[in-house]
């Protein structure tokens, strides 16, 4: 299907262990984003990405990590997951030109770290 | 300071009622003014997005831009069950970098 898709969409695991989120995009979009979403923050960005491997850290960057090997694809590592990572995380995609850059989100991976 | 402030609410009105949703930002500098809507469990969608001052208007929905007072608004006219949802607004930065309100709350009663 076109668009952006996120796995998994849930997903339950322990403290100390490494998940990895993915993200894919059909709409050859250049930039691509990482946000958490919890109650009372509202969306912080952890990273973005202008093209294939140029990355960047945003708001909340700490314990995460990114990479972009391909222009589609955009996965989220939790290297060694804590509890206070336990969130809902939504990809975005946006083109680089365009009024306003709009940005389109996946449905989200709702991560719970026990 | 947060770059933008939202209401959480939760707000609930009644089926038709006239729904006015804001959100105050701090840099005078921002030029995109965006709202998003948010089902449960679903991904937030783009609602409406504006660049100047004034209004602008799509169907039941009507974005209102005051930069002098750098305040925001949705209005949603005869509103429905099916609006009921969490409203973001957000606000682009620069490049392709947004701050996002946490969101309001909406529950439109039949």
């Known amino acids: 299907d076109a668009g952006i898709t996120q796995s998994p969409r849930y997903k339950i695991t322990e403290t100390g262990r490494q998940v990895t989120l993915m993200c894919h995009q059909t709409?050859?979009?250049?930039?691509m984003f990482w946000y958490r979403q919890d109650l009372g923050h509202g969306l912080r960005l952890i990273y973005y990405s202008a093209a294939a491997d140029i990355t960047d850290k945003g708001e909340v960057p700490d314990g995460y990590v990114v990479s972009r090997s391909k222009t589609e694809n955009f996965p989220l590592t939790l290297e060694s997951a804590t509890r206070s990572q336990t969130s809902v995380y939504f990809c975005?995609?946006?083109?680089?030109?365009?009024?306003?850059?709009?940005?389109?989100f996946g449905a989200g991976t709702r991560l719970s770290v026990l | 300071q947060k770059e933008v402030e939202q209401d959480p609410g939760p707000l609930s009105v009644p089926e038709g009622a006239i729904v006015s949703l804001n959100c105050t930002y701090s840099?005078?500098?921002?030029?995109?003014f965006m709202w998003y809507r948010q089902y449960s469990r679903k991904g937030p969608e783009l609602l409406m997005y504006t660049y100047s001052s004034g209004n602008k208007e799509d169907g039941r929905f009507t974005a209102q831009v005051d930069k002098s007072s750098k305040y925001i608004s949705l209005f949603i006219r005869d509103s429905q069950p099916s609006d009921s949802a969490t409203y973001l607004c957000?606000?682009?930065?620069?490049?392709?970098?947004?701050?996002f309100g946490t969101g309001t709350s909406l529950t439109v009663i039949p």
């Open positions: 840099n005078s500098a921002f030029q995109y």
């Open positions: 957000a606000i682009k930065v620069t490049g392709n970098q947004f701050y």
């Open positions: 975005a995609s946006s083109e680089s030109k365009g009024v306003g850059n709009i940005q389109y």
């Open positions: 709409w050859s979009h250049s930039y």
